[in-house]
């Protein structure tokens, strides 16, 4: 009962952001994100429900949201803040289905993150001699990973807890360590240094 007076709440609380939603020129990518997230958390309810209980309970989706409706943001924002610590530079691309966790202390600050990519909090993407990362598709980034610099990283490609990554990397690999090697390379323990 009192989570349907909280959602009731939250979509009056909520309703420019449904207006930009839906009107807007991102529905469908938004739409991945709602999507990846209910897969994620296990939610059950129509697609109105369930963008109100993500605006609502979760502030990295809200700055994700906040980053796909560009200009409009400013209508919306002082409603209900993004993640304060999380930086995503209005240049960066970013593919459907991304999932945030817990994203304080995060800068995404690359030229093109993936579809269905998880990053993790306190994550760097970042600039290294003035070149900045691409994230392949299904990427997941753990805790305290930093990566930049004008590397690749590939399709389905883990990057454990505080990896440092200052080069490319193949796909399907897992990667640990500072500097960063690969652990396992298509499900192959490999321990082969980048």
Known sequence: MIERLYISFGFLRFFPHLLVFAFGANKPIIKEDISAYKDEYGLKGNLLYLMVHLLTHNTSFRSLFYYRIGKWKWLCQWLGKGTVNLTLPP?????????????????????????????????????????????????????????????????????????VVFKSIPDNCVVVGNPAYILKKDGVIVNQKL
């Open 91 to 163: 240049t960066v691309k970013i593919d459907g289905g991304l999932l945030l966790f817990h994203a304080y202390g995060t800068i995404l600050n690359a030229r093109f993150i993936g579809k269905g990519c998880r990053i993790v909090h306190n994550v760097t993407l970042g600039d290294k001699n003035g070149g900045v990362p691409t994230i392949g598709d299904y990427v997941e980034i753990l805790p305290n990973a930093v990566i930049t610099g004008d590397i690749h990283i590939g399709n389905h490609c883990v990057i454990g807890p505080g990896a």
